[in-house]
């Protein structure tokens, strides 16, 4: 897959390229990801990309031409794009959108700025992409993150194993994670995860998973239609409740020994 970035600002933006899983990704030529400045489709001597709103008002408004000329030098390079803006107006990027946008073979995202574009850019636009509900100075940030959450499920860049593991992937919350030392200023890792019993520390990490929905995201805990191992996950969860209530009344201590229970 091909992400093509269009920004005024491409020395902030390539910092995505040089980090992590996108990194070894594109050096290994899983992912291509192109940085182009839009200054670079302006004509005249100070490369302006910005110009006075029609009607007054304040900021500036960026021009069409730019990204009219940056579009066809897309299409005639790479052929068919599909082609985003980053803008607060848009629909909120999830997860779904990050995978379904990681089937395009040449992705373009259009970075915003200023008091926003002049409307005919958005005839080059199949979708305006928001990252939330708070308005950034420009669309540099919201294009990196796109490119990251996108750049997640193209195959080859993370373990598939990680992505299905992750957070909002089959629309549940990830579960708790832990690493060495078990036992840290007294704070303890699960008994279960040390246990090498693969089913239960699967049933643990469900009935978390499921825990932090629930008590996080309700929403999507009560559209959920559970699978045998979440109904497993639920009522071991609920076992565990009620042994947990039990033993708190015959002790004052309900965490002795054991660590962090739930
Ligand atoms: N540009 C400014 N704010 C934005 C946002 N929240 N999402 C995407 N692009 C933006």
């Not at 005024?8 to 291509?32: H, M, R, S």
């Not at 009607?55 to 066809?72: A, C, I, R, S, T």
């Not at 191992?229 to 020994?257: C, F, M, T």
Request: proline share 5%.
């Amino acid at each position: 897959m091909r992400i093509i970035v269009a920004t005024i600002f491409p020395d902030f933006v390539k910092v995505v390229k040089e980090y992590g899983v996108i990194a070894q990704a594109i050096e290994k030529g899983k992912l291509d990801i192109q940085i182009l400045n839009l200054r670079d489709f302006t004509h005249d001597k100070h490369r302006i990309v910005d110009d006075y709103p029609y009607g007054g008002g304040p900021g500036m408004v960026m021009k069409p031409e730019p990204f009219f000329e940056l579009h066809d030098y897309c299409g005639r390079t790479f052929g068919e794009i599909y082609t985003v803006l980053t803008s607060p107006q848009g629909v909120t990027l999830n997860n779904k959108l990050a995978m379904e946008l990681s089937k395009k073979k040449n992705l373009l995202i259009l970075c915003g700025r200023y008091e926003g574009v002049d409307e005919r850019v958005k005839n080059l636009v199949d979708l305006e992409i928001s990252i939330g509900d708070y308005v950034l100075s420009g669309g540099e940030l919201a294009a990196m993150v796109i490119c990251d959450a996108v750049s997640r499920f193209v195959p080859g860049v993370v373990e598939e194993e990680s992505v299905k593991r992750d957070s909002f992937y089959n629309d549940l919350l990830d579960h708790p994670h832990y690493t060495r030392p078990a036992e840290y200023r007294g704070m303890r890792v699960p008994d279960v995860l040390l246990s090498g019993d693969h089913e239960m520390v699967e049933l643990w990490r469900t009935a978390e998973s499921l825990k932090l929905t629930a008590l996080r995201r309700p929403d999507l805990f009560l559209s959920r239609e559970f699978s045998t191992q979440e109904k497993k996950a639920l009522v071991w969860l609920l076992q565990e409740l009620v042994r947990y209530v039990e033993r708190r009344q015959d002790s004052p201590d309900p965490l002795s020994g054991s660590g962090k229970r739930w």
